[in-house]
């Protein structure tokens, strides 16, 4: 059974703090996605990883995927009560998508 | 359109009723999926259709039946559910190109309550 494991779970945190979550396997995936959820909605694709040491920037998100492909990380840069929601990386394996554990993110203006 | 439309949005159901979740995107996609989300939980993969063809069951009950009409529609058939089947049930949809999953484009969700 392939498992992402995320930590933290949780994360609670004050407007301006830095913070970083991560996702990890002990597969190797052909690729790796970050997913945002906010309540009451589906997971949006925020990026999408394929090269092992892949570093990918969306404003002030930073995306990296390990060189064995089988971890990756999110960073984010003073976070925004806006960047509240639930953050799950999936691992993608040819035939469908295994999701990780989530980390729930809280963001206090 | 980068749509995925999801109804009922909310449901409640007794265990023994029969009830349908329907999922419809036009996109153009060939792959269409069911996940089943708990409270403060990742979703779970139950189904996959891959050119309107079953692919993937999740060792899912018989009591969840998905049926794929055409391309652009997605179904799920309850009957007989428990309690413990109270979750969001999401829809998916990808370009499905055999070498990758590619991007999950997600509805809004179906809230189904069992009583």
């Known amino acids: 059974t392939q498992l992402l494991e995320q930590s933290p779970q949780f994360l609670s945190i004050q407007e301006g703090e830095n913070l970083t979550v991560y996702c990890n396997s002990s597969?190797?995936?052909?690729?790796l996605q970050w997913y945002r959820q906010e309540p009451g909605e589906g997971p949006v694709l925020l990026v999408t990883v394929v090269t092992g040491g892949e570093v990918k920037k969306l404003k002030r998100l930073t995306f990296q995927f390990g060189d064995a492909r089988k971890d990756s990380s999110l960073h984010i840069t003073a976070a925004q009560p806006g960047d509240t929601g639930l953050y799950l990386c999936?691992?993608?394996?040819?035939?469908?998508?295994?999701f990780g554990t989530g980390t729930r993110l809280q963001v206090f203006p | 359109d980068t749509e995925v439309t999801q109804t009922p949005k909310h449901l409640v159901m007794g265990m023994t009723n029969k009830k349908s979740l329907k999922c419809e995107q036009h996109?153009?996609?060939?792959?269409m999926y069911w996940y089943k989300q708990k409270a403060k939980k990742p979703p779970e993969l139950m189904f996959v259709y891959s050119y309107e063809k079953l692919s993937i069951n999740e060792s899912v009950p018989s009591r969840f039946s998905p049926e794929c009409p055409n391309s652009s529609l997605l179904n799920l058939h309850l009957h007989a559910l428990q309690p413990e089947d109270s979750a969001l049930y999401l829809c998916a949809s990808s370009y499905f190109s055999g070498t990758g999953t590619g991007e999950l484009f997600f509805g809004e969700g179906s809230r189904l309550t069992v009583l």
């Open positions: 999936a691992g993608d394996n040819t035939d469908k998508l295994i």
């Open positions: 996109m153009g996609h060939r792959a």
């Open positions: 597969s190797v995936f052909s690729s």
